[in-house]
Each structure stands twice: as structure tokens, then as C-alpha cells.
């Protein structure tokens, strides 16, 4: 008979509910634009990504971070304007399988803007955070982890 292994079985659960955490920030996301607008924006991830790229292609340019936060900031501002007044507007009171359709092929679009714009090649950002288990009596836990749900 096998000996259940609890130290691993915990280890895995805590990495799951740290996963977890992050899903529920994105599905938390998806809750606020559809409360706030009545739009199931699929288009979300990919602005995400653009305002991801943007950033740490000015950081790798030596702009400094705070500077790259509030450039970033302001740009995402200006492409939400203008994906709300030319896309979502002239949509309105349109089934909501035609917003669904316009917001999927809105990913699509800026998806390909972001590759276009910054390549394809990986792009890493150092936030100092090292990303060695932290040892919790057996139990190893992403510090990377830890620290992205405190923040969350």
C-alpha cells in the first residue's frame, strides 16, 4: 500500500488556491465591465496584454518606472475611449451575440496591434521579487506567488 503523501498534497492545495486567486481577479474583471457597461468585454485579456507590452517596453528603454506606469496609464485611458466611442457605441441596442462577436473580434485586433508594434519575442520584467520556494514546515510556496495574491 502507498503512504499518502499530505506534504505534497498541501504544497499542491496552496499553490491551487494562489492560482485561484489570480482566476478570480480575471473573472472579477469580466463581473465589473459587464455590471458597469452590459457588454461581456472578451477583448479584456488582450488590452491587458497591450498595457503589459507598452510598459515593459518602456521600462526596457530606460524610461523610468513611474514614468512608464502614468504613460501607460494615460494610453490605456485614450485606446478605452476610442474602442467604447467607435466599437461599443454604435453598437448599442444591438443583441448581445453582436456585442459578444465585436469584443472577440476586437482581441483579435489589438492582439495583432501588439505584435506589430513590439514583435512577438519575450519580454521579462524584474519587480525583485526572487522566486525561490519559501519553506513553510516541508510545505515550499512560491514567494512570486505569495506575494501576487497579497497584492491581489
Request: glycine content about 10%; charged content about 10%; overall charge negative.
Amino acid at each position: 500500500m502507498v503512504e499518502f503523501d499530505w506534504l505534497f498534497f498541501f504544497e499542491v492545495l496552496i499553490g491551487g488556491l494562489l492560482s485561484g486567486v489570480m482566476y478570480s481577479l480575471v473573472a472579477i474583471g469580466f463581473v465589473l465591465i459587464y455590471k458597469t457597461s452590459g457588454v461581456l468585454n472578451f477583448a479584456q485579456g488582450a488590452m491587458l496584454l497591450f498595457a503589459a507590452l507598452t510598459f515593459v517596453s518602456l521600462v526596457e528603454r530606460a524610461v523610468p518606472f513611474a514614468l512608464a506606469l502614468a504613460i501607460t496609464f494615460i494610453l490605456m485611458v485614450a485606446i478605452g475611449i476610442v474602442i467604447e466611442r467607435v466599437v461599443l457605441r454604435p453598437l448599442t441596442n444591438r443583441s448581445p451575440m453582436t456585442l459578444f462577436m465585436a469584443t472577440l473580434g476586437l482581441s483579435y485586433i489589438i492582439e495583432g496591434a501588439a505584435q506589430l508594434i513590439w514583435g512577438t519575442q519575450v519580454h521579462g520584467l524584474d519587480l525583485g521579487i526572487e522566486d525561490i520556494p519559501f519553506d513553510g514546515g516541508g510545505i515550499f510556496i512560491s514567494q512570486f506567488d505569495l506575494c501576487a495574491a497579497a497584492v491581489a
